[in-house]
């Protein structure tokens, strides 16, 4: 099962680097209200996921499904325009194999964004997270089977999965650009259905702030392979039981798009910071 995991990373892998020259320092998956972030970089080339053989595709209405190379304030950046999901059907390795993919084409720091269900009562929808850390005990972890010795190792440590130079670069990025954040533990579970109120409780119980279906793993399987990962939510509703309102995609897409904005300036102040610490 590893070499079939492994064979398939590195045969996506290929085809990406015969199509494509670029070469990304930063990698960014864009989730709910960043799709259309293309506008914020100097695009140099694209690629659909549909033309990589065997690469798993996006079938979630605002996941256009491609990588997107280019630059943002000078870095290099490779960003996914939609990612997958565990509940689509795919296998875990299948979820996180965009993840590796960009990794092993010299990406050695993932910004990962998503939209979330807030699960602290001192959020609001439209607030924006940064991830501290998270739980993820109601996925499958993307390390289970024999361990992938080439990206890294059998038990690796997750004490620091969200790395601290990182939340200090966007705690800085958001002090730059005025616009507020707060910060918290998000909890993957595995949808597509929204939680239950009884389950957001547990996720409270649990030291969760924030709920969504993705994320997490991706965190997990960057980590495993050296990369350093750090994470932002935009809280779009408050979780099941927190209010009177039903929850429905419709409003996650609204206030996704409503502080979009803010989301874009946030990202692209952070990215702007990790090129000049490192070329500083």
């Given amino acids: 099962m590893g070499n079939r995991i492994y064979e398939k990373l590195i045969t996506c892998t290929n085809a990406v680097k015969s199509r494509i020259t670029f070469k990304p320092e930063v990698a960014l998956i864009l989730g709910s209200g960043l799709g259309d972030y293309a506008q914020e970089m100097d695009v140099v080339e694209t690629l659909e ?21 280019g630059y943002v304030k000078d870095v290099p950046v490779v960003a996914m325009q939609g990612r997958v999901h565990y509940y689509e ?11 590796r993919l960009m990794g092993l084409l010299g990406a050695k720091t993932i910004i990962l964004t998503n939209a979330a269900g807030g699960v602290n009562y001192n959020f609001r ?7 501290t850390d ?8 993307p390390l289970i089977g024999p361990n992938l010795e080439e990206l890294g190792p059998r038990f690796p440590d997750m004490s620091e999965v969200y790395n601290k130079e990182l939340r200090e670069i966007i705690r800085e990025a958001a002090k730059n650009v005025k616009v507020s954040i707060q910060q918290g533990v998000y909890m993957q579970l595995t949808g597509p259905n929204y939680e239950t109120p009884a389950e957001i409780r547990m996720c409270r119980t649990m030291g969760g702030d924030a709920a969504g279906m993705s994320t997490a793993c991706e965190a997990m399987a960057a980590n495993h392979m050296g990369m350093d990962v750090c994470g932002i939510s935009c809280i779009t509703n408050m979780a099941a039981g ?9 409003e996650v897409q609204e206030t996704a798009d409503r502080v979009a904005a803010d989301f874009k300036k946030l990202v692209t102040e952070t990215i702007r910071l990790i090129g000049e610490k490192k070329n500083g």
């Fill in 49 to 69: 996921y549909s033309e990589i053989e065997g690469f798993p595709v996006s079938t979630v209405a605002g996941h256009q499904g491609r990588f997107l190379f």
């Fill in 125 to 131: 929808p439209g607030d924006l997270m940064m991830i």
């Fill in 242 to 250: 927190m209010s009177a309102q039903p929850l429905d995609h419709k």
């Fill in 134 to 141: 998270h739980i993820t005990t109601t996925v499958p972890s």
């Fill in 89 to 99: 059907g795919y296998e875990m390795s299948d979820v996180v194999l965009p993840t």
